[in-house]
């Protein structure tokens, strides 16, 4: 770690924090726990005996910053926290300088109220700090569950936490440990697995690697298990609007539920993770997010999670069609905190009534403000001696070579070798010529998927820094080998070998929702152009989830399942080059048609086309 412009007293302070995590890491093999958040109920007592009732709603209340028109209402409103949903990015662009600037100038207003509890800001960043540009862009949770590696994956989400850090944010909504289990949904790919033991494992590392053993030190990230619970498990066509999955019902008893679905809760609770989102979705037709069962008796009193739930992106909103009764619903089943991204005065004022009614009654408030300040001191939030500001020193290593090779192991890790015909792989890096073909080959929003600078994702030259394949074919072959590119496959006579990069386009929840799941007609030409010149042929495939092969797999002498890899294609070259043998074992069942989508390891007449944990090696 060096830091030329820190001076020495400050260099050793960074030295001393970043040798702080190393030790809090290797404590975690011990099976240490982290200190439970009701040891902090001493501080957060006196604290909630001064607060008025506003100032209590307002610790409850999270708008997104791009509504709030007028900053003063964070002192006004004794605003608790802000979020930045998935396109919610500071005026000024999408700079780490824009990003850290807004963060600051948020904060700032906190430190006006009368108690100046300061604001939680939260963001999505579910593969790095996927709304900045140049930040390290890691594989989507689908390729990470591939690597069966939870050590990488804690290393992934601790760069991931120091990446925020980097821009003042103190709260990622991330891990997602849905256990999803019909790859239709367009979610699929923020699962680690449709196997509920290996969710567990990986959510649990996520969880290590935000916050580490103590969520005080200044680079921890406050982590978010989310979407609990049967997120991914809801019914195709129970989606509002009937067309899909996302948001849907999860019809099952509650002994199915618990055993899919609960996995990554009891971990991640045990890990200390300190916010829990419901999901939007219904669980035998009543909303989760209005469940007091689910929220209270089981999360909070069973399994007993100390932290706060945040609802999910205008979720109360669904509970009923009546506004203040959805809230009074929802807050008496036990949300703590509720994102409100636009109609956060509303909340405000119809909460204040149900409880001026006694719909809503005093103690539940109190349990919620106790459970949100509990965070805010385990956080370090409330020790006037720290600052609260962003601490730009991290700026340094923000998108540094050093982040990117964790990122580039990782998609080194995730990738699955499904097909090797003829040792067509590794390629020899003194190929006379390699011709590159498919929309993806060059494309950095494809190789990264949705949830990357826009909520969506999209196609193109999205974010600076990263690698595509393509370029790290380029880098990665000898100074005598040609490489030759066309997207449509044609051209590639007389090449040594074809490389065809094909795959889904990026989307994102809703979007994503799939009926067929076949590959597009520009897929399958590109790889049938590039075998019309009787050359061997390797196809990779970027997808949020397993596709439909069909005549590709029969075209192809090679195959690489390279799921939403991020911004280090390099891993990718890394792999076919053979400077690293392929040990990616699949996370998901791939099927054959879609009459096998919903089959899972353990079923009777199990017989996919790849069963759950292949993977072929050199």
Same mark, same amino acid.
């Given at each position: 770690?060096?830091?030329?412009?820190?001076?020495?007293?400050? /260099?050793?302070?960074?030295?001393?924090?970043?040798?702080?995590?190393?030790?809090?890491?290797?404590?975690?093999?011990?099976?240490?726990?982290?200190?439970?958040?009701?040891?902090?109920?001493?501080?957060?007592?006196?604290?909630?005996?001064?607060?008025? /009732?506003?100032?209590?709603?307002?610790?409850?209340?999270?708008?997104?910053? #791009?509504?709030?028109?007028?900053?003063?209402?964070?002192?006004?409103?004794?605003?608790? %926290?802000?979020?930045?949903?998935?396109?919610?990015?500071?005026?000024?662009?999408? %700079?780490?300088?824009?990003?850290?600037?807004?963060?600051?100038? /948020?904060?700032?207003?906190?430190?006006?109220?009368?108690?100046?509890?300061?604001?939680?800001?939260?963001?999505?960043?579910?593969?790095?700090?996927?709304?900045?540009?140049?930040? !390290?862009?890691?594989?989507?949770?689908?390729?990470?569950?591939?690597?069966?590696?939870? &050590?990488?994956? #804690?290393?992934?989400?601790?760069?991931?936490?120091e990446e925020v850090r980097a821009t003042g944010i103190q709260w990622a909504f991330a891990p997602c440990v849905t256990v999803p289990r019909d790859v239709r949904w367009g979610r699929s790919y923020?699962?680690?697995?449709?196997?509920?033991?290996?969710?567990?494992?990986?959510?649990?590392? *996520?969880?290590?690697?935000?916050?580490?053993?103590?969520?005080?030190?200044?680079? *921890?990230?406050?982590?978010?298990?989310?979407?609990?619970?049967?997120?991914?498990?809801?019914?195709?066509?129970?989606?509002?609007? &009937?067309?899909?999955?996302?948001?849907?019902?999860?019809?099952?008893? #509650?002994?199915?539920?618990?055993?899919?679905?609960?996995?990554?809760?009891?971990?991640?609770?045990?890990?200390?993770?300190?916010?829990?989102?419901?999901?939007?979705?219904?669980?035998?037709?009543?909303?989760?997010?209005?469940?007091?069962?689910?929220?209270?008796?089981?999360?909070?009193?069973?399994?007993?999670? #100390?932290?706060?739930?945040?609802?999910?992106?205008?979720?109360?909103?669904?509970?009923?069609?009546?506004?203040?009764?959805?809230?009074?619903?929802?807050?008496?089943?036990?949300?703590?905190?509720?994102?409100?991204?636009?109609?956060?005065?509303?909340?405000?004022?119809?909460?204040?009534?149900?409880?001026?009614?006694?719909?809503?009654?005093?103690?539940?408030?109190?349990?919620?403000?106790?459970?949100?300040?509990?965070?805010?001191?385990?956080?370090?939030?409330?020790?006037?001696?720290?600052?609260?500001?962003?601490?730009?020193?991290?700026?340094?290593?923000?998108?540094?070579?050093?982040?990117?090779?964790?990122?580039?192991?990782?998609?080194?890790?995730?990738? !699955?070798?499904?097909?090797?015909?003829?040792?067509?792989?590794?390629?020899?890096?003194?190929?006379?010529?390699?011709?590159?073909a498919g929309k993806s080959a060059d494309d950095m929003g494809n190789q990264c998927g949705g949830w990357t600078i826009d909520w969506q994702g999209k196609g193109g030259d999205v974010t600076p820094?990263?690698?595509?394949?393509?370029?790290?074919?380029?880098?990665?072959?000898?100074?005598?080998?040609?490489?030759?590119?066309?997207?449509?496959?044609?051209?590639?006579?007389?090449?040594?070998?074809?490389?065809?990069?094909?795959?889904?386009?990026?989307?994102?929840?809703?979007?994503?929702?799939?009926?067929?799941?076949?590959?597009?007609?520009?897929?399958?030409?590109?790889?049938?152009?590039?075998?019309?010149? &009787?050359?061997?042929?390797? !196809?990779?495939?970027?997808?949020?989830?397993?596709?439909?092969?069909?005549?590709?797999?029969?075209?192809?002498?090679?195959?690489?399942?390279?799921?939403?890899p991020g911004t280090e294609g390099e891993g990718i070259t890394d792999v076919l080059f053979g400077d690293f043998k392929p040990k990616g074992k699949l996370s998901y069942t791939w099927p054959r048609?879609?009459?096998?989508?919903?089959?899972?390891? &353990?079923?009777?007449?199990?017989?996919?086309?790849?069963?759950?944990?292949?993977?072929?090696?050199?």
């Open positions: 770690m060096h830091h030329p412009h820190l001076s020495r007293s400050a /260099l050793a302070l960074s030295v001393v924090s970043a040798a702080g995590f190393l030790a809090s890491y290797q404590a975690t093999s011990a099976a240490s726990q982290p200190r439970a958040l009701s040891s902090f109920d001493p501080q957060v007592k006196p604290l909630l005996a001064q607060m008025t /009732l506003e100032e209590k709603i307002g610790q409850m209340t999270q708008p997104d910053q #791009e509504h709030i028109k007028d900053l003063s209402d964070i002192e006004n409103l004794y605003l608790g %926290s802000v979020l930045s949903g998935g396109s919610s990015d500071p005026k000024e662009g999408n %700079s780490l300088q824009a990003w850290t600037d807004l963060y600051d100038r /948020l904060q700032q207003h906190s430190t006006r109220t009368r108690l100046q509890i300061p604001i939680l800001y939260g963001v999505d960043a579910v593969h790095g700090h996927n709304n900045v540009l140049g930040a !390290v862009i890691f594989p989507h949770n689908i390729g990470l569950g591939c690597t069966r590696n939870a &050590g990488l994956v #804690e290393r992934v989400e601790r760069i991931t936490a923020e699962g680690f697995s449709e196997d509920p033991q290996l969710v567990k494992e990986l959510g649990e590392a *996520a969880v290590r690697g935000f916050q580490g053993m103590d969520l005080s030190n200044p680079r *921890a990230v406050l982590a978010c298990a989310k979407h609990y619970i049967g997120d991914g498990g809801t019914t195709f066509g129970s989606s509002r609007g &009937g067309r899909g999955l996302d948001q849907g019902d999860t019809r099952m008893d #509650e002994a199915t539920l618990r055993r899919i679905h609960l996995q990554g809760y009891i971990s991640t609770v045990k890990a200390g993770v300190g916010t829990i989102m419901p999901s939007y979705s219904s669980w035998n037709g009543v909303k989760v997010s209005g469940d007091k069962r689910l929220l209270t008796g089981i999360l909070k009193q069973e399994l007993g999670f #100390e932290g706060f739930l945040i609802s999910d992106y205008n979720a109360i909103d669904q509970v009923d069609r009546d506004y203040k009764k959805a809230i009074g619903i929802s807050i008496n089943a036990g949300m703590d905190m509720a994102m409100v991204p636009s109609r956060y005065k509303e909340f405000i004022a119809d909460l204040k009534q149900l409880v001026a009614e006694g719909t809503v009654p005093m103690p539940r408030i109190d349990d919620a403000v106790t459970r949100i300040l509990r965070v805010k001191f385990a956080m370090g939030l409330m020790d006037k001696s720290r600052p609260q500001l962003a601490d730009r020193s991290l700026h340094k290593t923000f998108g540094s070579p050093e982040h990117r090779r964790v990122a580039r192991e990782a998609v080194r890790e995730s990738l !699955v070798l499904l097909k090797n015909q003829n040792k067509t792989l590794p390629m020899a890096k003194a190929a006379v010529r390699i011709h590159v820094g990263g690698t595509t394949v393509l370029a790290a074919i380029k880098k990665a072959a000898s100074k005598n080998t040609q490489v030759t590119f066309s997207k449509d496959g044609k051209g590639a006579a007389g090449a040594t070998v074809g490389v065809v990069v094909i795959g889904e386009p990026p989307y994102a929840e809703g979007n994503g929702d799939r009926a067929d799941l076949k590959l597009a007609q520009e897929d399958v030409d590109a790889v049938n152009a590039v075998k019309s010149a &009787g050359i061997p042929v390797v !196809v990779i495939l970027f997808s949020g989830r397993p596709m439909i092969l069909g005549e590709v797999l029969d075209k192809a002498d090679a195959v690489i399942a390279a799921w939403l048609t879609m009459a096998q989508i919903t089959m899972h390891a &353990g079923d009777a007449n199990y017989d996919p086309l790849f069963a759950y944990g292949f993977g072929l090696s050199y």
